[in-house]
């Protein structure tokens, strides 16, 4: 007889948990201390709800003024199958002369299955706001003692002036090569003018003497700034008096540019390649300012 009575009442005892509307309920609040005015506070309450019963959310609190102290900035409800997230975001607006305890005012929820409603306490919640200033300020001789709030901790900018560093950098050689692109270094395009003709002369052989006599030419040009010829030679050693130092091998190549390009039947050795390629390594000596 008494085992019955056992199962009899462990039945009603499941029965009635399974008919208990909410399965689970929760109010999710932040430490209740070290509060000041103007602070904003969350509080979240979880509901967990049988099938077929829903949150009214109307009978949760509107957004405003709650009383001359506290607002309420925000609510949302986030709602996930049965289960119900409502966060609430209250502002408090009290100075206070000391310490002073105060409560965020609790409500009921109402849920509704079919035709009938159920609620669903939420507790008032206590907490302590703390005041902005002492209560017998101190005074100095130039008036009311303050203290300010202390300085936030500075961040460290050591990545970012190595971003700074490498971005300046890049501009830079994009600047410089530029400016080379579009001829602002005429002195040290000069100083490699010979140097560009020795490399055009080694890949050219005796065959290729027309060719040869035109990369010379064309380097002379650049350093003269102008076509220069054989009667201009003394203006040219008046602007460049360190190409007086060959004078006969320059002498030499205007001679014999004049016979290969305007005398019929002249032959070319090897030789003539030889010293033309000579001329031009005297020419880049005297460039690099080693001769």
């Keep these: 007889m008494r085992i019955l009575l056992i199962m009899a009442l462990s039945l009603l005892g499941c029965s009635g948990a399974i008919d208990e509307p909410v399965s689970y309920f929760n109010v999710e609040t932040p430490r209740p201390f070290g509060y000041v005015n103007g602070d904003e506070i969350p509080q979240r309450i979880i509901i967990e709800t049988r099938s077929g019963i829903t949150l009214q959310t109307g009978s949760l609190p509107a957004k405003g003024q709650i009383n001359r102290w506290l607002n309420l900035n925000q609510v949302t409800v986030k709602q996930t199958g049965q289960r119900y997230q409502i966060d609430l975001l209250y502002q408090v607006f009290y100075a206070p002369l000391e310490v002073k305890a105060l409560t965020l005012p609790g409500f009921t929820v109402q849920l509704s299955q079919g035709e009938k409603s159920i609620g669903q306490n939420v507790p008032a919640w206590t907490f302590t706001l703390s005041s902005l200033r002492e209560l017998i300020a ?29 971005s300046l950098s890049v501009a830079v050689l994009i600047a410089a090569y530029l400016a080379y692109l579009y001829g602002c270094y005429p002195n040290m395009l000069r100083r490699t003018v010979f140097k560009r003709a020795l490399r055009k002369l080694a890949g050219l052989s005796k065959a290729d003497m027309e060719q040869a006599l035109t ?19 003394s203006d040219f050693y008046r ?23 305007f005398s019929d039947g002249m032959i070319v050795v090897a030789q003539d390649l030889q010293q033309l390629k000579d001329l031009c390594e005297q020419c880049r000596k005297i460039e690099r300012g080693s001769r």
Excluded: C, K
Aim: charged letters at 15%; aromatic letters at 16%; zero cysteines.
């Design 239 to 261: 602007r460049n008096p360190q190409y007086l130092q060959i004078n006969a091998q320059l002498l030499w190549f205007f001679t014999y540019s004049n016979r290969y390009f």
């Design 215 to 233: 990369v010379v030419h064309q380097a002379l040009n650049s350093l003269n700034g102008q076509p220069l010829f054989f009667n201009r030679l």
């Design 138 to 166: 101190r005074q100095t001789e130039q008036g009311e003692y303050m203290r300010p709030d202390s300085p936030p901790p500075l961040l460290t900018d050591t990545h970012a002036l190595y971003g700074l560093v490498a």
